[in-house]
Nanobody, 121 residues
């Protein structure tokens, strides 16, 4: 499975961005993670195969929304009310088992290349 993340950029605090992740397969539960320099890769949001079940890290709950369009094999992360602490490289990931509630890095088998989000204060 190949994943291509896009949509990152520079935005002011309080602004919004939408990340996209195009997948070469449609059978994945998908997750978004982020990693800042010197930090571990942290879970941000996840969505199951059907798109009905979504779950978020506490730090982004109420500000970020994960969604998917299975006809396009694409997953989105809509980010609003962005804060400087949201600055990171954002990665999308695929769990080909389609399992529910995957929040750990080692639960995902395939990763996109990452897209940089920078939030200025």
């Amino acid at each position: 499975v190949q994943l291509q993340a896009s949509g990152g950029g520079l935005v002011q605090a309080g602004g919004s961005l939408r990340l996209s992740c195009a997948a070469s397969a449609s059978s994945c539960s998908m997750g978004w993670f982020r990693q800042s320099p010197g930090q571990e890769r942290d879970f941000v949001a996840g969505i199951n195969l059907s798109g009905v079940n979504r779950y978020y890290a506490d730090s982004v709950k109420g500000r970020f929304t994960v969604s998917r369009n299975n006809a396009k094999n694409t997953v989105y992360l809509q980010m609003t009310s962005l804060k400087p602490e949201d600055t990171a490289i954002y990665y999308c990931a695929c769990d080909p088992t389609g399992s529910w509630y995957r929040i750990y890095v080692d639960e995902y088998d395939y990763w996109g290349q990452g897209t940089l989000v920078t939030v200025s204060s």
